[in-house]
């Protein structure tokens, strides 16, 4: 099933580490035949040592029971967790979920975790459905690893040639989203449009630059872009847009695809004297409970998520059952929701 | 470890059923040992027809793999689905599932489904969350058959004398809270307070109908109440206030704890021409997605779901780990967030 260069440790290994027969493997840690105390933690103690674990999968297709999945999201708890807890991640996971039971697939959910780390190696789980996985992900490269089935929502970011095969993916075509909003920015009024955007390697950013590198150039505008540590957080877009206010005080919009980022520019701009909308206007692209909520509500788009996470799963289930043709599924196209932050001047 | 009268079906029963010794019931299920292929099917189907699985809890014990908990909404899909999808199950669940990781337990999500049932057999759980059981809810009934832990989030709903034993739960003090909201809209300036509740045997239901009753019964004021079937969400709500204030002209307010009734009451409040909150005033319960973006605002309570969250996980970690002591924990009072919905009149 895999071919990746360091494969799951198999009974064998288990078995020349602890200088046992795979069958005493076996039986140590199945609790079957018998196997005296040192020798059994002796194997023990390999099969810890080795990562090995017995094939659930097998265990999981005889039983009946439901193969197990796990959603994951590739953003710190500074950006996904706190105040945008109800944000993408858990939206995904509540379709999701429903839509892998309706599957046999059992969703254990990986939310952001304040300690920063997953532990993946608990979870015994036969594949995984990852959001817009940053370069070097670390939960992606144990998953990848491990040779497991893996869908990513959003384009994964590209690896050095030899990282690990890059997984299939439901496209949600970042670089759309951000034309859309620039477009929607210009058809406003908005002549000076500033950029916020995460400085981590992942792909919503990338094609987020290119697409306003190419507006700001198709207007003869000088790019004003900002690349923030998404463990910044709220207060990292504040200071990236204070900053620029400061250095162009002629700005007159922020196109601020992450929403922690927005609730931070949106403070910044009033911090500096500014309206919004009538002297700088504001967007986000998730249309969440920060951009419903923000005073003045923020103009958003609608990325039909419900849809995004069903044909996920739709994908991962036929990865799972070895139909691995297809690599790519193209998404919805994302929607316009025009709100008060990017109202038309005067 | 069950005291319940249907226990999960053993390997001894398994091996009766087809004829064969408890150790051939595990190699032909195991793919252990010499089994001939017409024995395997035989005890397959023996274990299939009596629901045996092979316990994976000991295994998990012995491989270190974290333990699986579900986490059930026992609300229909009309109530905690579609728009009101980003709500209680989900705040709670993107918090205990980050509790869980933390104790080497994997949380498994299990929303309202449109279809309606959860496949509970399909999930081999070690134990359970479950928001508001009410009373007679089939996923809980099967947890507590086979024996075990759960955790409600919630009081659960009484049981018939000899029904099973209620399961240990976070009180969220549903009695509490609603006082705290007709409190509210009493000290606004409210004087005919009408109530709109679930139907359901939910306790959340009981106990805010005993403490509207008991508000209406301490000002003299005839109590306005009307029950109101989950499956028919919003447009329940909306059909409920209508009747009342076709039947109540001079209501001044509505104390609607269920969100998607209370977006339909607001919706009603403005089909009868009535102003909110200059006429009438609504409140909820759930400060949520629906609370915060309605028209007017609503004014709702924080429930602190994320220390409840918390504070379920750790009760069921105990239970998990043998220790049953703590039967109810204590969980935060309920803090009023006033929103426009109820904003004092004149």
Redesign the interface.
């Known amino acids: 099933m895999s071919t990746n260069p360091s494969p799951r440790a198999n009974i064998k290994d288990v078995a020349r580490e602890a200088g046992v027969s795979p069958t005493t493997v ?1 039986h140590a ?4 035949g018998q196997v005296d105390a040192e020798t059994r933690a002796r194997v023990e103690q390999a ?2 040592k080795l990562g090995y ?2 094939n ?1 999968n ?2 999981r297709l ?5 193969h ?1 999945i ?1 959603l994951l999201s590739s953003m710190p708890f500074a950006v996904a ?1 706190g105040p945008s ?2 944000g993408f ?3 995904v ?3 999701a ?2 839509a892998a ?2 599957r ?1 697939l ?10 920063g780390r ?2 993946m190696e ?3 789980v036969d594949g995984a459905l990852v959001i817009e996985p940053s370069a070097g992900d670390p939960n992606l490269a144990y998953l990848l690893r491990r040779g497991l089935p893996v869908v990513a929502i959003g384009k994964p970011a590209e690896e050095a040639a030899d990282g690990p095969a890059m997984p299939p993916y439901v496209d949600i075509h970042s670089g759309q989203t951000t034309r859309l909003l620039l477009e929607h920015l210009h058809d406003q009024g908005a002549r000076k449009v500033a950029m916020i955007l995460g400085s981590a390697a992942r792909n919503s950013y990338v094609e987020g630059q290119v697409a306003y590198q190419a507006f700001a150039a198709a207007r003869g505008q000088a790019p004003l872009l900002s690349l923030v540590d998404e463990a910044e957080g709220e207060n990292g877009g504040r200071q990236a847009a204070l900053a620029l206010l400061a250095a162009h005080p002629d700005i007159d919009a922020f196109c601020v695809p992450v929403d922690a980022f927005a609730s931070g520019a949106v403070t910044a701009v009033r911090e500096s004297g500014r309206r919004i909308p009538e002297d700088v206007m504001v967007v986000t692209r998730y249309d ?2 920060r951009a ?2 923000c005073v003045p509500s923020l103009t958003a788009v609608d990325l039909h998520l419900d849809e995004v996470a069903q044909q996920a799963i739709a994908l991962l289930f036929d990865h799972l059952r070895g139909d691995t043709s297809r690599r790519r599924v193209d998404g919805p196209a994302a929607q316009l929701v025009p709100r008060l932050s990017s109202a038309r001047r005067g």
Do not use: C, K
């Open positions: 076996s840690l199945n609790a079957r099969a810890l674990r017995p659930r097998a265990q005889r039983t009946g029971e439901a197990m796990v967790g807890r109800l991640l858990m939206e996971a509540a379709v979920a429903a039971l309706d046999r059992a969703l254990v959910l990986a939310p952001p975790m304040e300690t997953v532990p608990l979870l015994d969440g409970l419903r909520t």
